[in-house]
Every structure is written in structure tokens, then in C-alpha cells.
T-cell receptor, first 116, second 112 residues
């Protein structure tokens, strides 16, 4: 597609349930990022991939969060045993480069996760 | 640590009013600076950017100048329109890859 696509757009999960959020980056984009945006806040960095390699996962808030990008294109963010504090919008972004500092990141519309 | 601070909203302006949204940052080194915009129901979009001191980024009538001496990157527009109503995020990155640090966002509402 023309832009970064995320699915589902909305997800309601019961506390303790596992969820998987999908990101389809722009075709050919090397770098992929996940961000978490809590209500009324700016996005917070979670993790970064360069092709299939996860080069930085320092922003993942706990070991319940896991991300993968096995073939260097589509990425999945998995959250195990969801908690209420996981409720947020999860944003995916991709860039065509290896993440040089001046490169524009293209964002998807996000997945709004609500844990009840 | 690295951070971005921007003025709290919401900001409500009448159409054709002058807009300023303040943004200051802390970072070691020389980050690139960005303003992103999020229209209702849409994803984040890059509005403008500046990559070095004294650079001015501009787009759609918006401008921001990279001020290293004051560590600021204030967003301005001379005459806002209703269609500018959105949430605006100031951001920077300085890493070897595009790890962007965002401010908390400022909601702008423009009324006719």
C-alpha cells in the first residue's frame, strides 16, 4: 500500500489476555519503529528494527512485550498477559534508510488497545 | 536525559489569528528537530524539520527556526485556518538511527 498500515485499528482485551498487533511498513523500508502513546501524551519509543534485526528494545516496558520482524517487512508487537496500564495507542513507523538522523519517519494510524 | 517540552494546550484561536506553540528541548550533541501534526482520526505526519542551528523549516504556512542558543524550536503561523485544528508534537532525534523523542503534544482548535 501507499502508507504504513496497522491492524487492528482498535482492540479491546480482557486483563490477562495476550494480544498481537500488526504493522505493514511501506514496501522497501529498512527501518521500523514501535511507539506507545498513552492518552494525552506524546509517543514513547519502544523498539527498533533494521530489516529483521532488532537493534534496540530498550523502550519495551516489561518482558511481557515482545516484537518481531522475521522477514524484514511485516512486524508484530505482542503483549502477553495484558494489564490495564497497557491501554494506549501503539504506533508503527518506517523509514527507507538505516535511520540516519535526518530521515522522515512515516507513521501508521496506530492500534488503540483498551484493556478492561 | 533527553527531553522535549512544549506548551500545554488546548490552544483555541479564531480563524486568521497568529499562532505560536513553544517548544524547548534538552539533548546532548546536535539533534535534528521536527514538528509532527496529528489530524483527527489520522496518523502522525511530519509537518516540518530543521537539521542544524539557524535552519528554518517551513511547510503549509508554518515555520520554525532551530535556535541552538535557546534550545528552542517554536512553531509559528501567521494566519491559522479551521483546517489547522489538530494536535502538534515537537520532537527531536540525535541517535544513529531515527529514535525520535516527542513532546506531549499541543492541541490546537481554530474556530471560525
Amino acid at each position: 500500500g501507499a502508507g504504513v498500515s496497522q491492524s487492528p485499528r482498535y482492540k479491546v482485551a480482557k486483563r490477562g489476555q495476550d494480544v498481537a498487533l500488526r504493522c505493514d511498513p511501506i514496501s522497501g523500508h529498512v527501518s521500523l519503529f514501535w511507539y506507545q502513546q498513552a492518552l494525552g501524551q506524546g509517543p514513547e519509543f519502544l523498539t527498533y528494527f533494521q530489516n529483521e534485526a532488532q537493534l534496540d528494545k530498550s523502550g519495551l516496558p516489561s518482558d511481557r512485550f515482545f516484537a518481531e520482524r522475521p522477514e524484514g517487512s511485516v512486524s508484530t508487537l505482542k503483549i502477553q498477559r495484558t494489564q490495564q496500564e497497557d491501554s494506549a495507542v501503539y504506533l508503527c513507523a518506517s523509514t527507507p534508510s538505516r535511520g540516519e538522523r535526518n530521515t522522515e519517519a512515516f507513521f501508521g494510524q496506530g492500534t488503540r488497545l483498551t484493556v478492561v | 536525559g533527553d527531553s522535549v517540552t512544549q506548551m500545554e494546550g488546548p490552544v483555541t484561536l479564531s480563524e486568521e489569528a497568529f499562532l505560536t506553540i513553544n517548544c524547548t528541548y534538552t539533548a546532548t550533541g546536535y539533534p535534528s528537530l521536527f514538528w509532527y501534526v496529528q489530524y483527527p482520526g489520522e496518523g502522525l505526519q511530519l509537518l516540518l524539520k530543521a537539521t542544524k542551528a539557524d535552519d528554518k523549516g517551513s511547510n503549509k504556512g508554518f515555520e520554525a527556526t532551530y535556535r541552538k542558543e535557546t534550545t528552542s524550536f517554536h512553531l509559528e503561523k501567521g494566519s491559522v485556518q479551521v483546517s489547522d485544528s489538530a494536535v502538534y508534537f515537537c520532537a527531536h532525534n540525535k541517535g544513529g538511527y531515527q529514535k525520535v523523542t516527542f513532546g506531549t503534544g499541543t492541541k490546537l482548535q481554530v474556530i471560525p
